[in-house]
């Protein structure tokens, strides 16, 4: 167990909807991060946050956002979902801004638009 | 032509077998070289984590950069059949350390 929980775990929902994925980083850890783990595509890293500010973007959509609050746990958005979105989406967190590299991965939400 | 390569197997060895799993890379800029295992419906969790050329072991497990070639190895010793799992190697660079590009992962059956 990494410590970093996810929620759900599942999720199934059409063309257009919009869901919301939620992190629970591990104790003591300050930045989140989430990516995307598709077929063709591989881990895909989406956006960090760091103590609550957005520190860096990767491949995210502008359909999708995230946001970290001061509890630490962080939410996904995703919006005007398209069948090509399904996949498992990843947090993990680490304690400091991601200097090591050393990430404690959830055990991802497994979303399927259909 | 993807950032990093690596091979996606399957790969199915006997139980006690040395494994080899491998990947290159293009970006020189890559300094932050890692290895996380995924076992089925989990998520990936961090093995072997190296800064920049050389080797470094922990237990059985073997990680190996050579920049010179753009290519990082992980050697498994005695593998066991809990080790049947897939590799993801992850890399990074100076500026964006936070920033890891993984292979597509390499899929490890150890036979019993």
């Known amino acids: 167990d990494s410590g970093v929980t996810q929620t759900p775990k599942h999720l199934i929902t059409a063309t257009g909807q919009r869901v919301t994925l939620r992190c629970s980083p591990r104790s003591g850890d300050l930045s989140v991060y989430w990516y995307q783990q598709s077929l063709d595509q591989g881990l895909q890293f989406l956006i960090q946050y760091y103590n609550g500010e957005e520190r860096a973007k990767g491949n995210i959509l502008e359909r999708f956002s995230a946001q970290q609050f001061p509890d630490l746990h962080s939410e996904l958005n995703l919006s005007s979902l398209e069948l090509g979105d399904s996949a498992l989406y990843f947090c993990?967190?680490?304690?400091?801004?991601?200097?090591?590299?050393?990430?404690?991965f959830g055990e991802g939400s497994r979303l399927t638009v259909l | 032509q993807k950032e990093v390569e690596q091979d996606p197997g399957p790969l199915s060895v006997p139980e006690g077998a040395i494994v080899s799993l491998n990947c290159t890379y293009s970006n020189s800029a890559f300094q932050y070289f890692m290895w996380y295992r995924q076992y089925s419906r989990k998520g990936p969790e961090l093995l072997m984590y190296t800064y920049s050329s050389g080797n470094k072991e922990d237990g059985r497990f073997t990680a190996q950069v050579d920049k010179s070639s753009k290519y990082i190895s992980l050697f498994i010793r005695d593998s066991q059949p809990s080790d049947s799992a897939t590799y993801l190697c992850?890399?990074?660079?100076?500026?964006?350390?936070?920033?890891?590009?993984f292979g597509s992962g390499t899929r490890l059956l150890v036979r019993p």
């Open positions: 992850a890399m990074s660079d100076w500026d964006s350390s936070y920033k890891l590009i």
């Open positions: 993990a967190s680490s304690v400091d801004a991601g200097n090591t590299g050393e990430l404690f």
